[in-house]
């Protein structure tokens, strides 16, 4: 059942006007953060949405939130009136519907350049693409509303060209985040957010440098996809920087994109 209520409307979501026609208003909320709106299943809005050119008549409304119906029904919509519903969902619904904290592993790709500055001279060095798999806790904090990641990953050594000859070396990295929601769409939401890693360089076959390990940073957008209850396709992109000295001593920056895709399992 869809409790009703008087409730003031917000932004209007108008389909096409035919004057022929007779039209009602329609407003949904829902006493549950997060939950997504959909009108005879079409998504209108999250949270709250009102429809302020609604066909008079009856359309079918559903509430949800992490796949599970906090609402749904057929509501009628009369003519030049204004429909309110509320979804409060029961107390064992609450119960089933869990925190939006995700554990995420992922394949990566990161493409970077090796620069190495000693005294007053700096040369760069080719590095070529490297490959690795990582794990990620992904908290939502709603109080500030701000996301928070807490990831780690290991890469597979690539390849620097020096001069005529080949050597390997891998970068391997603790990191932490802190994003901010950009926009939602149904079950994709977009957002982006900066953080710090701390790059450890691991020498691979020919590679006799050591490097020390320092502090980096990150930017990215990330996009997360509902496709199954509790889980979600995630696909982050961004600009990152390892930083380090090496044994020489030189500073060392290794700077360029990487791409994450994997699967977020709810926590």
């Known amino acids: 059942m869809i409790g ?52 008079a008549g009856k359309h079918y409304v559903r509430v949800v939130k992490d796949d599970k119906n906090i609402q749904d029904g057929i ?5 030049s009136e204004e429909t309110i519903i509320v979804a409060k969902p029961n107390e064992e619904l609450l119960s089933k519907i869990r925190k939006p904290n995700h554990v995420l592993i992922f394949g990566s790709a990161t493409s970077v350049g090796y620069g190495e500055t000693t005294g007053t ?8 693409p490297q490959y690795g798999v990582g794990t990620e806790v992904k908290f939502v904090l709603p109080v500030i509303d701000v996301n928070l990641d807490l990831g780690f990953f290991l890469n597979y050594p690539a390849v620097i060209v020096i001069g005529s000859g080949e ?15 950009l926009f939602r769409a149904g079950p994709l939401k977009v957002s982006a957010g900066l953080g710090l890693n701390y790059g450890v360089f691991t020498p691979g076959g020919g590679t006799l440098i050591s490097i020390s390990s320092r502090l980096g940073y990150l930017v990215y957008v990330e996009a997360l996809r509902q496709i ?34 994997g699967m977020a399992y709810q926590l």
Request: aromatic share 12%.
């Open 228 to 261: 199954a209850e509790g889980q979600k396709l995630a696909v982050k992109a961004g600009y990152v920087t390892y930083n380090g000295r090496s044994a020489v001593p030189g500073d060392v920056t290794c700077a360029g994109y990487f791409l994450q895709m």
């Open 4 to 55: 009703l209520s008087a409730l003031p409307g917000w932004a209007a979501k108008a389909p096409t006007f035919n004057p022929d026609a007779a039209y009602g208003k329609l407003t949904v909320y829902s006493d549950v953060n997060g939950a997504d709106i959909y009108v005879d299943a079409k998504y209108v809005g999250q949270d709250r949405a009102t429809i302020s050119s609604i066909p």
């Open 121 to 128: 001279s700096t040369y760069n060095l080719t590095y070529r």
């Open 75 to 79: 509501v009628e919509v009369r003519e």
């Open 167 to 181: 050597a390997q070396m891998a970068i391997t990295s603790p990191y932490i985040t802190v994003g901010k929601d």
